[in-house]
């Protein structure tokens, strides 16, 4: 190692080096400093999103025509999706290969090349450099140097592949095939909801004021569902006294939550504890609002599903949505919603999606509190870096647990996960 090289290591150790984690309790307490140092941010950037994972990137049916481009994320780093006009797909960084600016700026487009507007550098749909403007000069005079050759120049590809409708990337040759990284049940499960003529029914964004990894320890939390979100509660559509479970993926990265609202028992605990919201009785003026049809045999009625390190797919009742979360700075994270019904629906049926659909996204009657409870979190914790959450609900391990929500054992796998690829292990 050299000198300077060491300066540097000392000035910004790596973040194993930064967090105090308490010994011995990798995945049952987590530092609060994990939520607010900025070094342990930039660190997840290279180890996380540009490391060994697939990321979601968007939808195939968001680009179903030649020539379409869709803009998005990759942690930081945006990124260009685009169909070329063989109806092939590429994912590329969306910075131009002369100065680093943005080529693409619109969320979506159809174009027949790529851009920039700085330099006027033009690129196919695949991303390589195809001509830029007075490369011979003008008038005899100036251009690029007689050895410049445009086929040397691209924008920075990402491998990708695609799975029910889902696009991901990876700037990483050390990820795993998608079916592998995924896993036999997450795969299945997925399969489940997702394979299907895909409609896009709605979509939207919020910026919520929390670190990234709050939002992904927040749906993976079905302990919390029955509590904070009372209309759940209150109107019996997902609440922890029904039938369900929790099944963890082989390498515990990713999760499903699962609920069967026709199995309610009403349990005792929801009487005696404080659950506030099940000691009413209420009822809805327009009850159409939760109206829905029994669309799988499986009688699941409720599911989260997450993807590490940040896509989630969810069905409540009918309501069919992917959600990603994206950092934006180490408390602040953009999360997007996007609402699916199938294109084999009937009239009725993509209505009851649709008016399903207001019970999340940002003001959803079931949702709207995470986008102010993870800020809570958030706020309470950075002034504390040397304190710990505590994370035991349903035991210490990381697992699945089909006779119980009542856990964090989904919790717990994300933390297992991290720890594994930020090199905390």
């Known amino acids: 190692m050299s000198t300077c090289e060491a ?4 000035l910004f150790p790596p973040a194993h080096d930064r967090i105090s984690w308490p010994e011995k309790s990798g995945i049952t307490k987590i530092p609060y400093s994990i939520f607010s140092d900025r070094g342990v941010y930039e660190e997840e950037q290279e180890k996380i999103f540009k490391g060994p994972v697939w990321n979601y990137l968007c939808l195939e049916e968001e680009i179903p025509a030649p020539g379409d481009i869709r803009t998005t994320w990759v942690g930081e780093t945006p990124v260009i999706v685009s169909r070329d006009h063989d109806g092939k797909l590429h994912a590329m960084v969306n910075r131009c290969a002369h100065k680093g600016a943005l080529v693409c700026l619109k969320e979506s ?36 140097p007689p050895n410049f050759d445009v086929s040397q120049h691209r924008l920075q590809p990402l491998r990708i592949t695609s799975l029910y409708g889902l696009i991901f990337g990876t700037f990483s040759e050390a990820t795993k095939p998608i079916e592998e990284y995924l896993g036999q049940k997450m795969s299945a499960f997925m399969k489940r909801n997702l394979d299907r003529p895909l409609k896009v029914l709605g979509k939207h964004s919020q910026v919520i004021h929390n670190n990234w ?30 039938d369900g479970g929790i099944i ?10 699962y609920s069967k609202r026709n199995t309610h028992k009403l349990d005792e605990e929801y009487s005696s504890a404080d659950v506030h919201s099940a000691k009413y009785k209420s009822s809805l003026a327009a009850p159409e609002l939760i109206a829905s049809w029994e669309e799988f045999e499986d009688g699941i ?5 997450t993807v590490f390190p940040n896509l989630v797919i969810q069905y409540t009742l009918n309501s069919l949505a992917i959600r990603y979360f994206v950092p934006r700075g180490v408390d602040k994270t953009e999360l997007f919603w996007l609402f699916l019904g199938d294109k084999s629906d009937t009239d009725e049926q993509e209505h009851m999606r649709v008016m399903q659909s ?3 996204g940002a003001a959803g009657l079931v949702a709207l509190e995470d986008g102010c409870i993870n800020s809570f979190v958030q706020r309470g914790t950075k002034t504390s870096p040397n304190e710990s959450s505590f994370v035991e609900m349903g035991g210490t391990v990381a697992e699945s647990n089909e006779s119980s929500r009542a856990t964090e054992t989904s919790v717990r796998g994300f933390w297992y996960g991290y ?3 930020m090199g905390f292990n």
């Open 7 to 10: 300066t540097i290591q000392q």
């Open 109 to 144: 487009d159809n174009r027949k090349s790529l851009t920039c507007i700085y330099h006027a550098w033009n690129y196919d749909l695949s991303g390589q450099l195809k001509s830029i403007a007075f490369e011979k000069g003008v008038v005899g005079k100036g251009g690029m």
């Open 213 to 242: 990894k709050l939002y992904a320890e927040n749906v993976r939390d079905s302990y919390h569902a029955t509590l904070l979100h009372t209309f759940y509660t209150a109107f019996k559509v997902n609440r922890l006294d029904m």
């Open 248 to 257: 963890l993926a082989d390498d515990k990265w990713h999760h499903i939550s």
């Open 301 to 305: 009625t409720h599911s989260i599903q």
């Open 358 to 360: 207001n019970l999340t």
């Open 419 to 421: 720890r594994n690829i």
